[in-house]
C-alpha cells in the first residue's frame, strides 16, 4: 500500500523567505510526526499531532515554525523568514493511535536555504 | 527526559564478517527501543523494537538486538553482513506513557567493504 509521502523531496529557497512542507500520512493513521535531520544536531523531533487533540509543540526550535494538520489527514510544515540554520532534512512520520504502533516515515524533504 | 548515545559514528566492515552496532540509553522511566536503518537518500525504515518480554529481538534482514536493562544497552548486531547493509542505523527510545516522540541518538554509519 501507498506509504508516507511528502512534497517537495528538494527545496532551495533564499534566506528570508517562507517555506510549506506537505506531508501525506498513511491512510487510517491517526497520529502524525515532524523530525528534522541535520548534520549538526542529528534527528529531533519537532512536532506531533494525535486525532483532534491539541498538538504537542514541544520541539518547535522557534516560533518561525509552525505546521497544521487539516482534517485529521495531511499536514504543513511552515517555516517563516528562512535562515541558513533551517537547512536540513525535514521528515515525517505516521502511526496508528497511541501506544505501541510503529511509526513510518517518508523519504522527507531537502530544505537549503541561502 | 530520555536520551540515546551511539557509540561509534562509523563502523567499517568486511563483507561477511559480524558486525555490532552499540546504542546505551539514559532514561528515569521504562521505555520502549527502537533500531531503524535509512539508505541514502530514503526515509527511516523500522529494522526492530524491544517493547516488554524476551529481551532478544529479532528483526529484518536478519538483524537482532538484546535489551539489557542493567547495563541500559540495546546493541544491534548481525552475525554476517552483506554489500547491502551499507546505510546508516539509528537507535531510538520512547517513552510507553508519556510523549509519542521518538529520541534518536546520532546515528552509526555501517560501511561494508568486499
Known amino acids: 500500500g501507498a506509504g508516507v509521502s511528502q512534497s517537495p523531496s528538494n527545496k532551495v529557497t533564499e534566506k528570508g523567505k517562507d517555506v510549506e512542507l506537505r506531508c501525506d500520512p498513511i491512510s487510517g493513521h491517526t497520529a502524525l510526526y515532524w523530525y528534522r535531520q541535520s548534520l549538526g544536531q542529528g534527528l529531533e523531533f519537532l512536532i506531533y499531532?494525535?486525532?483532534?487533540?491539541?498538538?504537542?509543540k514541544s520541539g518547535l526550535p522557534s516560533d518561525r515554525f509552525s505546521a497544521e494538520r487539516t482534517g485529521g489527514s495531511v499536514s504543513t510544515l511552515t517555516i517563516q523568514r528562512t535562515q541558513q540554520e533551517d537547512s536540513a532534512v525535514y521528515l515525517c512520520a505516521s502511526s496508528f493511535n497511541r501506544g505501541t504502533y510503529e511509526q513510518y516515515f517518508g523519504p522527507g524533504t531537502r530544505l537549503t536555504v541561502t | 527526559a530520555q536520551s540515546v548515545t551511539q557509540l561509534d559514528s562509523q563502523v567499517p566492515v568486511f563483507e561477511e564478517a559480524p558486525v555490532e552496532l552499540r546504542c546505551n540509553y539514559s532514561?528515569?522511566?521504562?521505555?520502549?527501543l527502537f533500531w531503524y536503518v535509512q539508505y541514502p537518500n530514503q526515509g527511516l525504515q523500522l529494522l526492530l523494537k524491544y517493547l516488554s518480554g524476551s529481551t532478544l529481538v529479532k528483526g529484518i534482514n536478519g538483524f537482532e538486538a538484546e535489551f539489557n536493562k542493567s547495563q541500559t544497552s540495546f546493541h544491534l548486531r548481525k552475525p554476517s553482513v552483506h554489500i547491502s547493509d551499507t546505510a546508516e542505523y539509528f537507535c531510538?527510545?520512547?517513552?510507553?506513557?508519556?510523549?509519542?516522540?521518538?529520541?534518536f541518538g546520532q546515528g552509526t554509519r555501517l560501511t561494508i567493504n568486499p
Open positions: 531510538a527510545v520512547r517513552n510507553p506513557q508519556g510523549a509519542q516522540k521518538l529520541v
Open positions: 499531532f494525535q486525532g483532534n487533540s491539541a498538538p504537542d
Open positions: 532514561s528515569s522511566v521504562s521505555v520502549y
